[in-house]
């Protein structure tokens, strides 16, 4: 299984940005589709989760203006963030949790400007 994250880049504070992720390979056995973000000088930190049925968490810090979506039979999750803030700069990782394995896609990076 390979993961491969895009949609990343440079926008101004306020504005929106969505991420995808994209899992080749064959997929069995999900446990959770995840994102992650790491900020300069930081620790990774869980932003998102999405479980086969469909329900939905968020950090407190994104509740609100990020949503995180799926489109199974395209193997996509997606990552719609608004309102967009300076603290939300950092690369931007997504994850599969299978009964299998844990898997990472590369990253993608995501710089606010104020």
């Known amino acids: 299984v390979q993961l491969q994250a895009s949609g990343g880049g440079l926008v101004q504070a306020g504005g929106s940005l969505r991420l995808s992720c994209a899992a080749s390979g064959s997929i069995n056995g999900v446990k959770a589709r995840r994102w992650y973000r790491q900020a300069p000088g930081k620790e990774r930190e869980w932003v998102a989760t999405?479980?086969?049925?469909?329900?939905?968490n968020y950090a407190d810090s994104v509740k609100g203006r990020f949503t995180i979506s799926r489109d199974i039979s395209k193997k996509m999750v997606y990552l719609q963030m608004n309102s967009l803030e300076p603290e939300d700069t950092a690369v931007y990782y997504c994850?599969?949790?299978?009964?299998?394995?844990?898997?990472w896609g590369q990253g993608t990076l995501v710089t606010v400007s104020s």
């Open positions: 994850n599969l949790n299978t009964v299998y394995g844990n898997y």
């Open positions: 999405i479980i086969p049925n469909g329900a939905v």
